[in-house]
């Protein structure tokens, strides 16, 4: 009884030894990891910023662009992860019309801009110890906006499995592939003309694979293992169309044939091959 009672208490020693106390600079813990802060870019945002030089050295006006909403309508949704798609699109349509250069007006977050027109209406908001004048026409008009949405998002279409067993090793090694697909517009914002519509789909590839091996000795069993599991980033496929989709716009605009700055498409290292010899598509 007593040694079990000492067992207790040595495991409550333990487990108050490893209760966190704050350091001088209010952290319990110091976070791992140490990669860098990068430039969020995509295979196409090399391609944007050439066509934005061909733009500039050509000299035609530049259009005046508005992003408004582009909504996820695939409707998956995980109760404990949430939205499986990005709900941010519209803002990444935003990063890609300025690495294009095109000059753009806010419709998007139309709140702050309601509010300060809304206090200056009441002479409430004033520059300088004046109180600011509301004036016609002093705010920027778009010439077109771009609009759309995320359409498709269809798991598994096509997987592919191999298992290998050999006395107490095994293996197993798994591919898989879906996609995603984009449906973007750009619409001329006095007449409400569609000027373009592009359509978009991409292929996500992941992957699975495993070995391990056990054994017995005597009564003790012994079991290692190791796994590795990858897949492409689904966000940022959806980042990638929508550059690629914006180019596109651009190219039919300013009357840039199609080669022009094209982008080599995109390799991100090696790729799975199925069971049965075809190469999953990326």
């Known amino acids: 009884m007593t040694k079990r009672i000492a067992a207790i208490l040595a495991l409550l020693g333990l487990a108050a030894c490893g209760a966190p106390e704050a350091d001088v600079s209010g952290r319990y813990a110091t976070p791992i990891g140490g990669a860098p802060v990068i430039d969020n870019t995509t295979p196409y945002s090399t391609e944007l910023a050439c066509l934005r030089g061909e733009i500039d050295a050509h000299g035609q006006r530049k259009p005046r662009i508005a992003v408004g909403e582009i909504r996820d309508y695939t409707g998956k949704y995980d109760e404990t992860n949430g939205a499986k798609i990005t709900q941010g699109a519209a803002l990444m349509a935003v990063s890609g019309v ?63 499995a191999s298992d290998a067993f050999y006395s107490r090793l095994g293996a197993r090694r798994q591919v898989y592939v879906l996609n995603i697909a984009v449906d973007l517009r750009l619409v001329d914002s006095v007449t409400l003309e569609v000027a373009d519509v592009i359509s978009y789909q991409k292929q996500i590839v992941g992957f699975e694979q495993s070995a391990g091996v056990f054994e017995f000795f005597g009564s003790n069993i012994f079991d290692i293992s190791s796994a590795e599991r990858s897949l492409e980033p689904m966000q940022l496929a959806v980042r990638a169309m929508i550059e690629k989709a914006i180019g596109e716009m651009a190219r039919t605009h300013f009357g840039l044939p199609p080669e022009l700055c094209a982008a080599e498409a995109p390799t991100a290292g090696p790729t799975p091959t199925d069971g049965a010899g075809v190469q999953a598509e990326t």
Do not use: F
């Open 98 to 160: 300025a690495r294009l250069g095109l000059p753009m007006v806010e419709r998007l977050d139309m709140r702050v801009a309601e509010a300060e027109l809304k206090y200056a209406n009441n002479n409430l908001i004033g520059d300088d110890g004046t109180v600011r004048q509301i004036r016609a026409a002093s705010m920027q008009g778009s010439d077109y906006h771009i609009v759309g949405g995320i359409t498709e998002l269809n798991y598994n279409i096509r997987s592919t």
